[in-house]
């Protein structure tokens, strides 16, 4: 990977994901869909493109992208799904494709997954599969989709027996994350995002989290400046970790801090919205953590400091996650049982050995993680 190079003027970080003939720009800075269709026209086969989006982000950004691609020449169609975590299944995956084909997309057609980490997945595993492989380029308006979902290439929907089980690995041509896109969140959606932030400090990079305790409350409160740095160092640790393995057969698997508990809180809530996806995962990094106290690897000071600086800016660290009944531990392992990263019959887990020192470990006892969680429960 490319160091970022800083453009002064327009104050664009460009950094580069390094997968040979596959590899792509990541562009982060503010103002990018209303310039991008300047900064896609060089990657388009031809000039012309479908946006996919949701109801939600067309509203507020559909039409600043539009005028952008008439600006650089660019014919496009759109298409416009339900908002929210329902609309990744398999109904609406083939009323996507239906509506592609019925726009007559060629080989030739580029996809534009204009939105959060919903419509990135979607649109990209349709552009996996429509023609068989259709270049896509990811705009992510969500801090959760800037720093983790719109970079490294995969792509997915859920399924009745959990999440992101269909899916495939489909590098986009190019991401363009507009940090302007950020001041439109609610604050539980960009709270969401942050627990992605943090996970790249928890994984590597302890300097990182020690930067985002000291500066994670104003980069919350709407610093421009902090957002920026803050994605931009978050996309390059990705960007690293996926050219080094691409399709997760090695350390790509750090980047599941938190995500296997995360996971199996999200399939007890029902995808309906009531937990999203980084709230999840911020409760599923302290449970790691937690996990990785009891089996003496970690010290409890540092599983402290990932409880504290989560709740301090109002993220969910444990079982109220799911309500006031909490959760049933048993059901939770059943969901990990169905996680796709399950290998030989055991359930996968990135555990620590301390702040920026995680690991993964394929041998834990569930009845380990199963007292933790009941621990965990009656607190």
Same mark, same amino acid.
């Given at each position: 990977m490319k160091p970022a190079a800083t453009t002064s003027a327009d104050k664009v970080e460009t950094l580069r994901v390094e997968l040979g003939e596959r590899g792509y720009d990541i562009l982060v800075g503010a103002d990018l869909i209303a310039r991008a269709?300047?900064?896609m026209k060089p990657v388009l086969p031809r000039p012309r493109v479908v946006?996919?989006?949701? /109801?939600?982000? !067309?509203?507020?950004?559909?039409t600043a992208l539009t005028a952008s691609l008439d600006e650089a020449g660019i014919a496009h169609g759109k298409i416009v799904l339900p908002a929210g975590e329902a609309t990744k299944d398999f109904a609406h995956l083939e009323r996507l494709i239906e509506e592609l084909l019925a726009q007559r997309v060629e080989r030739s057609t580029m996809l534009v997954a204009l939105g959060g980490g919903v419509i990135g997945d979607i649109a990209g595993f349709a552009a996996s599969i429509v023609l =068989?492989?259709?270049d896509f380029v990811q705009i992510p308006t969500t801090l959760l989709a800037q720093v983790d979902s719109a970079v490294g290439g995969k792509t997915a929907i859920n399924t009745k027996r959990g999440k992101n089980l269909v899916g495939a690995f489909h590098q986009p041509r190019l991401v363009l994350a507009d940090t302007g896109a950020l001041s439109t969140l609610p604050k539980r959606e960009l709270l969401a995002g942050y627990a992605e932030v943090v996970k790249y400090g928890l994984i590597d990079d302890a300097p990182f989290f020690a930067w985002l305790e000291e500066n994670g409350p104003a980069l919350i409160a709407g610093d421009a400046t902090l957002r920026r740095h803050a994605v931009a160092r978050s996309c390059a640790a990705k960007a690293r970790i996926v050219a080094m393995d691409e399709r997760e057969t090695g350390p790509r698997a750090l980047l599941n801090l938190g995500h296997t508990f995360?996971?199996?809180?999200?399939? /007890?809530?029902?995808?309906?919205?009531?937990v999203l996806h980084g709230e999840a995962v911020a409760a599923g990094m302290v449970m790691a953590f937690d996990l990785s106290v009891r089996l003496g690897l970690c010290p409890a000071e540092d599983a402290a400091r990932v409880r504290r600086h989560l709740a301090s800016v109002g993220l969910p660290t444990g079982a109220q996650i799911l309500g006031p009944a909490g959760w049933n531990a048993d059901r939770l392992i059943g969901h990990m049982r169905q996680d796709k990263k399950v290998k030989d019959g055991r359930v996968t887990?990135?555990?620590? =050995?301390?702040?920026?020192?995680?690991?993964? !470990?394929?041998?834990?006892?569930?009845?380990?993680?199963?007292r933790m969680l009941d621990a965990a429960a009656a607190a």
């Open positions: 269709g300047q900064h946006v996919i989006t949701d /109801e939600t982000v !067309a509203k507020l950004h559909l =068989r492989g259709l995360g996971h199996a809180l999200e399939a /007890e809530a029902g995808y309906g919205g009531s887990f990135i555990l620590a =050995r301390g702040i920026g020192k995680s690991f993964i !470990a394929h041998d834990v006892e569930l009845d380990e993680v199963r």
